[in-house]
């Protein structure tokens, strides 16, 4: 039997792993504050009264309130009436613990600095170093972290160990006296903790140009920020902002920035991109690096973290000239299904995980990347906002992210600086939190690139699918010209429609299409191919639609589910003028626009998404005049809920939107 006994510690900042004497702040057994649980045959104790803050071996020592209590020794204490003592051997948990090999750490669940101290026992013959992690995992309640569906996909047992430098730990002799350790459920990537403002972490396992070893520094609690020194040179900072200008590839070169899979040209991110790689050895590097610190794909042969393409988007280099910057958003992508792809981490799905962000130039005043939910410094708020209100509209989304930028946590750029944060909790949810902005440049030209790293392949899944091989003949039935692309390479446009004139494509099934308009700016529709209506189709290309509709789909009949979670909604105006509808969450371009009076459009959705309902153009005149006291005037909202089932039809009008289950 391993027997673990675990106690708390209390502390203001954070609790030292190191120069603990081995009866401090210990639970006893036979104290009334002790509980027995136990789990793959092992039993542990521990102390229910208090909470403790991080424990590190890197971290300072600090004053500690322990609880003493003392064990009844005579006889057995009543232990074998409360299970402590095993009947058959009659042995104490005393006796038991003078038998095995101990070991006092400290113990926290994933990504999270609160911990506590706890002695371990080694395993004994026929047991296991998996079931020792296990029951270490129960001792800090990680399955609490985790949501209830988790476990229905895989989450949690078995779970991973890892030590203070993001190493996973895989036997008894890998533990250190007096270290700080975690536990990461199955399904789910290690997390930095942040401890403390100004931890520091020493990474001497990754090699880098100048020599010195990398040094992980917290910066902010909520979102998780670390700085990362020495990630990259001065002169690797040159080589990469070099490279992007030499970037022949057309889809790839330094061109207007775009956004999500759309790869519209965004009036709220005014900057240049390229992305770099194979072309630039050192950009390959540095991803590598970049890698090595989150501590994603660890492998056994090389003894290493390795890159893997399949986790990023590869590696974009951006520039920002004068006034350029990029609005306030997230890195991580709505939590449902969409173009064939779930992004719901905690059902199995794959996100954006991290972001790595380098500085290559410094910047002498503004283009910090600012976190607007978090509070920072404002010394340089008043002298900024002066300087911002020459530069743009005074309702500007300009003004607005410098106000955010100077009056919020933010991380000042200077050349060869590098940060983390992460774009998602622990448990694979999204972060509101790391909602963030490049703040506009007020004097000075910003270069920076950055990383997005994935939790896993984010085609992983519907490979076998993409096997089936299909040819579509696009019809553009809008009165518009349309630009084709892949959603995966937006910015590669496969062909040019004017309005009527059609396009043959041959691609595979899941994968997706977006019909922008001429300039970029305006997503018209999107398409995914689905071998279920034949190996050859006909896709009618209509204005303002989720999914393009295919010939047999013409008229007031149903399109194709896009998944068995998703909801279609049949959606009527029955204004007497043309309206647009937006997605609540983003409204930054329309799901439908200009949907003329008592004309029905098709939606697919998913459980509990919200939609805004505006007058046709409304939204897009918000934006002209810069919003606030002229923000466009939402006439109706509405609410996708599974439980009126999945084909629902609504009439919009002035009275509440009606829902009919079909």
Not at 70 to 98: C, H, I, M, R
Request: proline share 4%; net charge negative; charged share 20%.
């Amino acid at each position: 039997m391993s027997l673990v006994i675990t106690c708390l510690l209390l502390s203001s900042t954070y609790a030292s792993a190191q120069h603990q004497s081995p009866g401090d702040g210990q639970c006893v057994l036979g104290s009334a504050e002790c509980h027995t649980a136990s789990s793959n045959g092992g039993l542990f104790v521990e102390n229910q009264a208090n909470s403790v803050a991080a424990a590190s071996a890197n971290s300072d020592h600090s004053e500690n309130n322990n609880s003493k209590n003392e064990f009844n020794k005579s006889g057995n204490g009543g232990l074998e009436d409360l299970g402590l003592v095993s009947p058959e051997t009659s042995q104490s948990p005393e006796q038991v613990q003078a038998s095995q090999s101990s070991k006092s750490i400290t113990l926290s669940t994933n990504g999270e600095s609160e911990a506590k101290h706890v002695t371990i026992f080694e395993p004994q013959e026929g047991e296991s170093f998996q079931s020792l992690v296990d029951q270490m995992a129960d001792m800090v309640r990680a399955n609490e972290t985790l949501l209830p569906h988790q476990m229905e996909h895989g989450f949690g047992r078995p779970y991973r160990l890892y030590n203070s430098i993001g190493h996973v730990v895989k036997s008894w002799e890998n533990i250190t006296e007096n270290s700080g350790y975690s536990v990461v459920p199955h399904g789910l990537d290690f997390m930095w903790p942040t401890v403390a403002i100004g931890h520091t972490v020493t990474l001497t396992d990754i090699k880098t140009m100048n020599g010195k070893p990398i040094i992980l520094r917290t910066l902010n609690h909520s979102p998780r920020v670390f700085e990362i020194e020495n990630l990259l040179t001065l002169d690797e900072a040159d080589t990469v902002r070099e490279a992007a200008m030499n970037v022949n590839h057309e889809g790839n070169q330094l061109q207007r920035s775009t956004t999500g899979h759309t790869g519209n040209v965004d009036p709220y991110r005014t900057s240049d991109n390229a992305f770099v790689h194979s072309e630039s050895d050192v950009a390959t590097n540095v991803t590598n690096r970049a890698f090595e610190v989150v501590r994603m794909k660890y492998d056994e042969e090389l003894g290493r973290t390795v890159y893997d393409p399949k986790l990023a988007d590869g590696l974009q280099v951006l520039r920002y000239n004068k006034s350029g910057g990029y609005r306030w958003h997230t890195d991580w992508f709505p939590e449902k299904s969409s173009f064939g792809r779930n992004y719901d981490v905690t059902k199995g799905g794959a996100n954006r995980f991290a972001t790595v962000l380098f500085y290559l130039s410094d910047v002498e005043l503004g283009g910090q990347t600012g976190f607007p939910e978090a509070e920072g410094d404002t010394s340089q708020l008043d002298y900024s906002m002066s300087l911002a209100k020459d530069m743009f509209e005074q309702n500007s989304w300009e003004m607005q992210a410098t106000r955010k930028c100077f009056g919020k946590f933010s991380v000042k750029p200077a050349k060869a600086r590098a940060i983390l944060f992460y774009s998602l909790h622990p448990n694979g949810r999204g972060d509101s939190m790391s909602m963030h902005t490049g703040c506009p440049v007020l004097i000075g030209t910003k270069w920076a690139a950055n990383l997005w790293i994935w939790n896993k392949d984010r085609d992983k899944g519907i490979e076998d699918q993409r096997k089936q091989s299909l040819t579509a003949t696009l019809v553009n039935s809008m009165d518009v010209p349309c630009l084709v692309s892949w959603v995966t390479n937006p910015r590669s446009v496969q062909g040019r429609l004017e309005p009527g004139q059609s396009m043959e494509m041959k691609t595979f099934n899941t994968d997706s299409f977006v019909f922008r308009d001429e300039n970029r700016v305006h997503v018209l529709a999107r398409w995914t191919a689905d071998i279920t209506k034949g190996e050859r189709q006909t896709v009618y290309i209509q204005r303002g639609l989720t999914d393009a509709v295919s010939e047999e789909e013409e008229g007031d009949t149903w399109g194709p589910k896009t998944s068995s979670e998703s909801i279609q909604l049949k959606v009527r105006n029955s204004y007497a003028f043309p309206v647009d509808i937006f997605w609540a969450s983003d409204e930054t371009y329309p799901v439908k626009a200009n949907l003329g009076p008592n004309s029905v459009a098709l939606i697919n959705t998913f459980d509990t998404h919200s939609f805004n309902l505006y007058r046709a153009g409304a939204k897009e005149k918000e934006r002209a005049e810069g919003g606030g006291e002229k923000a466009a005037e939402v006439l109706r909202s509405f609410t996708a809920h599974l439980s009126g089932g999945d084909r629902q039809y609504l009439i919009l009008s002035e009275a509440a939107p009606t829902e009919l289950k079909i």
